[in-house]
């Protein structure tokens, strides 16, 4: 068996290699032709932007239909990241540091200007710009010169130019990045760019593409492993190939996938034997799943649950009383859905805190104490790192985590009597409005103090707040304790007194109330 990595010996060349169904190959040959023979004064004409999850064939795609219609691509190799030791040794040498965004607007700019200058290209040789790799971003600042960099290149490129972008899992609602690069989309195709979505591949597909190679390397997978494979890499042609490839170096290693017996599994039993197979975080070839936030949002509050006790649990609640005794969840631990949700154990709180009575029986009191309770100790916990503790960041790491399981079990422990079915839609927590009015009032407060006192804190904050703006109010001077406007305290000034005010660690959660209507 060779070392070489199997997605990249068994990539496609022609179109008929190619996993893409063939309605969605015929369509982007179709673009393709266009931009190929565009003329010149057609700019707008000249960008195709293709959009779609990792592994999906996008840029398999681009060199198969170029290699068609015998055009070359020229792509945008990403520069090599600078590593700290190098940046302090060119910084001793008095070089400057690039940073990779910086580097792709140079590019960006001398495509837009002169085009291809090389010596391999002929004068009537055809050829395809390639961006695949795009510098990462992060702030609004950043993402705004990338925006303005592939508008303007979008707008004025004169070469047949394809931008591929990579949408990757909405692992969290409060995570503005995910709506800066749909935004993005929007803007570029505005601008005049064609948009082509690609869709994950699908398992039949998958299942030949891998058949193909087993056959060609002469590895010996039944019917059953393969489908298995293909199921499990969620439609990524890579995974699944380089999953296929670690399948093949040692299989004895591997759990078996038929049962002792010799006779076929269930359905269910075969769902589990994927999920032991790619879950098991000890197998090298594993993928993990993630989940968005409202996704594990909805399997805490729907709770839905075995509609029979199971055998364990028969055996392990004997001696519980029956009010204590609870049906086997549909899902896995609420532990590992936190960890697929990649989620903070605030946001958990608050949404559940939230959302949670919409989704109690009216008539169970009983339950809706139990699910307060719960989350009140849930608070507790979190209030005990709330700036208080020291920076010991491995306790705090515990107990984020502790509250986050109290927060969730109680409310799957508690709600034992449902709420009967029903859509609901997953309101934004109010006590954000309230802690975003807090912080506000208290940056007013501050400012006020500095002001009038030449910049020193001669008082408590709660002073101000419970007596000084009180007896303002009072003696007829609402000038000075209503009617002003708020300075915009720096964070190096209000660090001390402001310590412990926000409730998570990420203030960008504290965002417009549309952010979560959208999703």
């Known amino acids: 068996m060779s070392r070489e990595l199997w997605a990249d010996k068994y990539k496609p060349c022609s179109l008929e290699e190619l996993a893409v169904h063939k309605k969605k190959v015929e369509e982007v040959k179709v673009l393709f032709e266009e931009i190929l023979t565009a003329s010149k004064e057609t700019l707008c004409k000249n960008v195709l932007l293709f959009v779609g999850p990792a592994g999906v064939g996008k840029s398999a795609t681009v060199y198969a239909i170029a290699s068609h219609f015998g055009a070359r691509i020229s792509e945008w190799n990403t520069p090599t990241p600078t590593i700290w030791q190098e940046h302090l040794y060119n910084s001793s040498s008095g070089l400057r540091y690039t940073s990779k965004l910086e580097e792709f607007e140079s590019f960006v700019e001398r495509i837009r200007k002169y085009g291809f200058i090389s010596s391999t290209v002929g004068p009537r040789s055809r050829v395809v710009l390639l961006i695949d790799d795009l510098p990462v971003v992060n702030g609004k600042v950043s993402y705004g010169r990338l925006h303005r960099c592939l508008h303007l290149l979008v707008q004025s490129v004169c070469v047949p130019t394809v931008i591929l972008m990579t949408d990757y899992v909405k692992a969290d609602s409060t995570d503005n990045s995910m709506r800066y690069w749909e935004d993005l989309h ?14 994950p591949i699908t398992v039949n597909s998958l299942k030949k593409t891998l058949s193909r190679i087993c ?7 039944s019917a059953e492993q393969i489908e298995l494979l293909a199921k499990a890499s969620g439609g990524d042609i890579r995974h699944a190939i380089t999953s296929l490839q670690y399948f093949c170096l040692k299989p004895h290693q591997l759990p078996s996938l038929c049962l002792s017996d010799g006779s076929t599994p269930s359905l269910r039993e075969r769902t589990d034997g994927l999920t032991d197979l790619y879950i098991e975080p000890s197998l090298s070839f594993g993928r993990d799943d993630t989940l968005s936030l409202f996704h594990a949002l909805g399997k805490f509050l729907h709770n839905k649950r075995e509609s029979e006790p199971s055998m364990v649990l028969d055996r392990d609640t004997t001696n519980l009383k029956e009010k204590f005794v609870r049906l086997p969840l549909k899902m896995d631990s609420p532990e590992s859905i936190l960890r697929q949700a990649h989620s903070q154990s605030r ?8 959302n949670v009575l919409d989704f109690v029986n009216d ?14 100790d849930s608070d507790v916990l979190l209030a005990s ?5 020291a920076r010991n960041f491995e306790a705090e790491n515990v107990v984020r985590s502790a509250a986050a399981s109290v927060a ?3 409310v799957l422990f508690g709600n034992s009597h449902l709420a009967p079915t029903r859509w609901h839609a997953i309101r934004r927590p109010k006590l954000w409005q309230v802690e975003q009015s807090l912080w506000h009032y208290k940056c007013q407060m501050v400012s006020q103090q500095r002001d009038a006192n030449n910049g ?3 008082y408590d904050l709660s002073v101000v707040a419970t007596e000084i703006k009180p007896t303002l ?3 007829g001077n609402r000038g000075a304790s209503e009617d002003f406007e708020a300075h915009e305290a720096s964070p190096e000034h209000m660090a001390d007194d402001l310590d412990g005010l926000i409730l998570d660690d990420d203030k960008s959660e504290m965002t417009s109330e549309d952010e979560i209507e959208d999703w």
Do not use: T
């Open 473 to 475: 109010k009072r003696i």
């Open 363 to 376: 008539e169970a009191i009983d339950d809706a104490w139990v699910v307060a309770s719960y989350l009140c």
């Open 347 to 354: 946001p958990i709180a608050d949404f559940l805190h939230e």
């Open 385 to 389: 790192v709330n700036g208080r503790m």
């Open 186 to 199: 929007v803007s570029l195709q505005e601008a005049g760019a064609c948009k082509v979505s690609f869709n």
């Open 456 to 458: 020193l804190n001669l």
């Open 215 to 221: 056959k060609e390397e002469e590895c010996e997978l």
């Open 408 to 410: 969730v079990r109680g």
